[in-house]
């Protein structure tokens, strides 16, 4: 939303009879220009040269807020506090609140070159099957699953957007990991009200990657399939602890090898 600055009376000639000068930054306003300020705050002043008037001007900020600003007397500086009231009404709180909804401050993720699509479906592919080969021919006769639902999420960050900050060793492998004890702790705590250790575990999951700087958003599904089956795993549920711990070590195994296929990835960005 734009504001103008309007002129409502004449610039005085100085005794000599020579109009005055005008200021640097807003070299027409003595001239009857409406200057334009704009009043969403800070963000616009360090794009823009405050602009200054000269002579005497009320600036009309709303229907019940003007300000008169002297001469030579800088706009930013004569307004912001009448900005910082205004913005402080409740209903300026709660337009700025829906005004974020509306998006448009970022843009889609980009369409994939045949390349990128190529390397990641391979990578994905190779990924799941080593999971899913070495859970049914490993260690299903002793009982031992080693594929996890979450690790489809993490093939689509680990294959399919490499670059990603949450797409590295130390979020994939450190988030899973906390996430898995997370709720397999929580579980253990609240096993006689599972209802309620479904939402715990999950966001005290969330909470844990957060503060070790582990963020991996599939690792929130870990937590919550650790809180919700219906039968706990062998080890009092820590057994799902180490399931989780050698099926996401393949994962990323396989990301080493099949992301740096690509000559425009690295992968990873960052170990830990």
């Avoid at 000068?21 to 220009?33: D, E, M, R, S």
């Avoid at 369409?111 to 021919?137: E, N, R």
């Amino acid at each position: 939303m734009h504001q103008h600055v309007v002129a409502l009376e004449k610039t005085p000639a100085h005794a000599d009879g020579s109009s005055p000068q005008h200021h640097p930054h807003h070299p027409q306003a003595g001239h009857g220009v409406e200057p334009v300020i704009d009043m969403r705050g800070q963000e616009v002043w360090a794009h823009h040269s405050p602009p200054a008037i000269v002579g005497r001007h009320s600036v009309r900020l709303s229907d019940d807020v003007t300000v008169t600003v002297a001469e030579d007397e800088p706009v930013k500086d004569a307004v912001e506090s009448d900005i910082a009231r205004i913005s402080q009404r409740p209903e300026s709180k709660l337009r700025h609140y829906f005004d974020k909804m509306r998006g448009g401050v970022d843009t889609p993720v980009p369409f994939p070159s045949f390349q990128d699509a190529a390397v990641s479906w391979l990578g994905a592919f190779l990924g799941i099957l080593v999971v899913s080969v070495t859970d049914h021919f490993l260690w299903r006769d002793y009982g031992f699953h080693t594929l996890v639902a979450s690790f489809g999420a993490s093939a689509v960050l680990l294959y399919g957007v490499p670059e990603s900050k949450l797409s590295q060793p130390r979020n994939v492998i450190g988030g899973q990991i906390v996430c898995a004890v997370v709720g397999v702790c929580v579980r253990l705590a609240l096993d006689r009200v599972q209802w309620l250790a479904n939402p715990v575990g999950m966001s005290l999951a969330l909470l844990a990657m957060q503060l070790t700087r582990t963020t991996h958003p599939p690792g929130g599904a870990t937590a919550l399939i650790a809180c919700s089956q219906a039968v706990m795993a062998p080890w009092h549920g820590f057994q799902l602890v180490l399931a989780v711990a050698l099926g996401i070590l393949q994962l990323t195994a396989v990301a080493l090898i099949t992301s740096n296929f690509h000559k425009g990835r690295v992968y990873p960005t960052f170990w830990w």
